[in-house]
């Protein structure tokens, strides 16, 4: 699968442009004020969202949000949330490896640039608050899809060790990528939230997912410098094979 048609054209860029429906008038929610909420961000950027403004934008006093969220941080939570369940309603993004474990990496990776791309300036917020478990790498820090992440390449017939290791070189590349393209897109993406990797989840939070539970103590563990090696080293190899093979 490729991200270009036959033009050269950049398909997840297409796929994101125009495509929001319009809000309708429907009573006060917590989806209602999320989604108010992430349409705001998109506009104007995160540093301007307050709950002031916010519920001038849904036409209600500021303390009738708090009925539905406890305030900004809870808000910031949600946001991601919401954002990160996009992938849900990605046709493309495929739950399982039924085409092999390279098209459903290729897959998920078009759909999370997709939501980057369709929300620039709230991406920066999947790279720093993950709602569930800090200890798992942005910007797949859902529980939900790291779940379906190491089941598809396990099903695939990756053992548990390779299955983390990719998902390790699959969020950082993930990462570094997204980052820089939003930036391109008026996204702030500094200073980002310090996170504390041994926070535990809240009671339960893992029930659903017996994967990421049963290799959270690898998921967790700290291998910076040798996946930077390793990318490096992959790096400079695909800039050997340009010098070896110029274009004409």
């Known amino acids: 699968m490729s991200a270009r048609d036959e033009q050269g054209t950049d398909a997840d860029k297409a796929v994101v442009a125009g495509d929001e429906p319009p809000s309708e008038r429907v009573p006060l929610s ?3 004020i999320v989604v108010a909420a992430v349409e705001f961000i998109d506009e104007r950027g ?3 969202l307050t709950m002031r403004r916010l ?3 849904l036409g209600v006093e500021a303390m009738a949000l708090y009925r539905y969220v406890p305030g900004r941080e809870n808000l910031l ?3 991601v949330e919401h954002v990160v369940g996009e992938l849900r309603e990605d046709d493309d993004v495929a739950s399982s490896p ?5 098209d459903f990496t290729q897959r998920l990776a078009h759909g999370i640039r997709r939501v980057a791309l369709r929300h620039p300036r709230v991406f920066p917020l999947v790279a720093s608050r993950p709602p569930e478990a800090p200890w798992l790498r942005p910007p797949l820090r859902s529980l939900e899809w790291v779940e379906v992440f190491l089941e598809a390449l396990i099903e695939d ?3 548990e060790d390779d299955a983390v290791s990719a998902y390790r070189s699959f969020t950082s590349f993930l990462l570094g990528h997204l980052l820089l393209e939003v930036a ?3 996204a702030d993406v500094g200073p980002l939230d310090v996170l504390t990797p041994d926070e535990p989840p809240g009671p339960g939070a893992l029930d659903d997912y017996p994967l990421v539970a049963r290799l959270r103590d690898e998921l967790s563990a700290d291998h910076a410098d040798v996946e930077f090696e390793d990318a490096l080293e992959s ?3 695909r800039i050997a094979l340009v010098q070896a093979n110029p274009a004409s």
């Open 30 to 32: 917590r989806d209602r």
């Open 46 to 48: 995160l540093p301007g």
């Open 55 to 57: 519920g001038e934008r």
């Open 77 to 79: 939570d949600a946001i």
């Open 98 to 102: 039924t085409h092999g474990w390279q």
């Open 157 to 159: 017939g990756f053992s």
């Open 184 to 186: 391109a897109h008026d």
């Open 235 to 237: 790096l400079l190899a």
